[in-house]
């Protein structure tokens, strides 16, 4: 845990008691600041109270003494209207951060040199986090990865010499930490997103480019320019004196990473410094996987590790779990868990990965359903239709081999009995729902679980499908 000392003394509201807003409580407590906890949620603020931690409604405090309202990034800042807390602080004129912000604040404070590097990207952020944490781990540092991606970042241990801190930043943190300013900062790519709490596509941009905008002197900036969004923010960052390493899975470059063929190429004033392949490591399948293996290929080198060691640690990397998470194999079949692609857009990275796929899809549907899908049809031998969706999906799919299954259990048996007679090289039973779970699972997560459990009873010889 980090102890917030920089707020030793003072008062500060937090709002917002899930994990990450009882990590700030305990770490402002341990720093020596007074806590006033509130939640919307009665629950959450009874859990907080048996945490030991002061709580009562902010409606109904002296906000005149307060130093920090800290929020958490679930409740909208701006839109599509304030939350009533930000309504009231900026009527007190107290300042509103996030936990992010306040990790900032401490390592300024208290260990301003260690390293830390900040990453956001409508698409792969937590790919990339998990990667670059996993290489910096693996070539012997002391790497410490939380924030969006799952581990609250004051949860964490604090900031010191030999420590780097990989943090996943959404646009939500990113609104709440007004100082953002990390040693490497990497965006990879913006789409539209959000727009619900942002109100444009351009005021989404502007949150993700303030991430670059923050890195310190002598840092660097990582960037994605296959967008326009990214194109116009690293020219920014460059006319601005940033160190500037751009990446593009579309086009070459005479400076960056860029690809040709299935290798990722490090080019430094128009020739090739460094040339590898990730595209036979299995959690990095796929031409958005090379965009997140030069990131932080492009991160790990700005730290200081060599090239040759940054592969050599990535061609051990497990994967995301519920991300082309490969869960098993029968024979020559693959189970790959992509219970993460909770829309088309992220489903769309993981039919693009593999051929050969009896595809497990549906859910709670999303706008747009998986017409945009429809140019990998071809790869896709038959999907398994689950959830509320399945009918709308198989309206899609029309003639397509299908079949509407109903729960993840019968498609998973259906799937893995079709693919073992299947005389492909590797048949891959694929879950990427295209859907949001909660039609039956808690969350994308629990599905992902579930679907893990399934192909374990699998692997047990009584239960696996027979070859006819």
Request: hydrophobic share 45%; glycine share 12%.
């Amino acid at each position: 845990m980090i102890a917030l000392s920089t707020l030793k003394g003072r008062t500060v509201a937090v709002f917002g008691l899930g994990g990450s807003g009882l990590a700030t409580c305990a770490a402002l407590a341990a720093g020596g600041a007074r806590v006033i906890a509130f939640d919307d949620n009665s629950a959450s603020v009874a859990k907080a109270a048996a945490a030991g931690h002061e709580t009562a409604d902010l409606r109904h405090i002296d906000w005149s003494g307060l130093a920090l309202l800290v929020l958490t990034p679930g409740v909208p800042l701006t839109h599509p209207a304030p939350h009533w807390t930000v309504g009231l602080a900026h009527a007190n004129g107290v300042e509103v951060v996030g936990d992010i912000e306040l990790f900032c604040r401490q390592r300024r404070a208290s260990a301003p040199a260690s390293p830390f590097v900040a990453i956001t990207g409508t698409n792969g952020k937590s790919t990339t986090t998990a990667l670059l944490a996993h290489v910096l781990a693996r070539c012997g540092r002391d790497a410490q990865m939380g924030g969006n991606i799952g581990t609250a970042i004051l949860s964490l241990e604090p900031p010191g010499p030999g420590r780097f801190h990989v943090i996943e930043c959404s646009s939500f943190q990113i609104d709440l930490t007004p100082t953002l300013d990390p040693s490497v900062g990497i965006c990879l790519n913006v789409t539209a997103d959000h727009l619900d709490r942002h109100g444009t596509l351009e005021a989404y941009a502007g949150v993700k480019e303030r991430l670059i905008a923050g890195i310190r002197d002598g840092g660097t900036a990582v960037i994605g320019i296959d967008d326009r969004f990214g194109q116009a923010m690293a020219d920014r960052a460059e006319r601005a004196g940033r160190h500037v390493v751009r990446l593009s899975i579309r086009n070459p470059l005479s400076d960056g990473l860029c690809l040709e063929g299935a290798d990722i190429l490090r080019m430094k004033a128009g020739a090739v410094a460094h040339r590898f392949s990730v595209a036979r490591v299995g959690a990095l399948r796929g031409t958005h996987n090379a965009q997140n293996a030069m990131a932080a290929y492009a991160a790990c080198e700005a730290l200081g590790l060599t090239g040759e060691e940054i592969v050599r640690a990535m061609k051990t990397f497990p994967g995301l779990a519920h991300r082309l998470e490969q869960v098993g194999r029968i024979g020559n079949v693959l189970f790959v868990n992509d219970s993460k692609a909770t829309n088309a857009d992220s489903a769309e990275k993981a039919l693009a990965a593999f051929s050969d796929i009896y595809w497990i899809a549906g859910g709670k549907p999303k706008e747009g359903g998986i017409g945009p899908l429809a140019r990998y049809f071809p790869r896709i031998r038959k999907a398994y239709l689950i959830g509320e969706a399945a009918e709308d999906f198989a309206r899609t799919l029309g003639s397509h081999p299908h079949v509407v299954a109903g729960t993840l259990e019968r498609a998973v048996q259906l799937a893995a009995e079709d693919a073992a007679r299947d005389g492909a090289l590797e048949p891959v039973v694929l879950l990427s729902p295209a859907c949001a779970s909660y039609d039956q699972f808690a969350n994308f997560e629990v599905r992902g679980a579930a679907f893990r459990d399934l192909v374990k009873g699998l692997q047990d010889p009584a239960l696996r499908p027979a070859r006819g």
